[in-house]
């Protein structure tokens, strides 16, 4: 018997910022994340390597601009029509740049997926 699979478009997924992320925004529109180091390991490189407790990731403009359009509402076919309202020709090649940047997200487990 064959299974009928449905595989939806990556594009079509609608990201979340995950509730476990602290972020915020500067007065130029930079997302910086924060990001707590926990953890046997991490307690260890706290304590012998001086590591700090918190890490902090700083979004470069369009990767800031493309964090805040994260609302858990919008998929990233919609998230790509935004930014490229907001940035033109300078975002392509677009849904291919836009698809790794969310894989990268998802990796690092700073977002999640409805």
């Not at 079509?12 to 910022?17: A, S, T």
Request: aromatic letters at 14%; proline letters at 3%.
């Amino acid at each position: 018997m064959k299974k009928n699979i449905i595989k939806k478009n990556y594009l079509e997924k609608i990201p979340v910022i995950s509730d476990t992320i602290d972020w915020n925004t500067d007065e130029d529109g930079i997302v910086t994340i924060s990001i707590e180091n926990k953890g046997v390991f991490n307690k260890l490189a706290q304590k012998f390597l001086k590591k700090p407790k918190t890490s902090y990731v700083h979004l470069d403009e369009f990767g800031s601009s493309v964090w805040q359009l994260i609302d858990g509402q919008r998929n990233i076919i919609k998230i790509g029509e935004l930014f490229s309202e907001k940035f033109g020709d300078k975002t392509n090649p677009l849904y291919e740049r836009l698809a790794k940047y969310f894989q990268i997200l998802d990796s690092y487990g700073f977002i999640k997926w409805n």
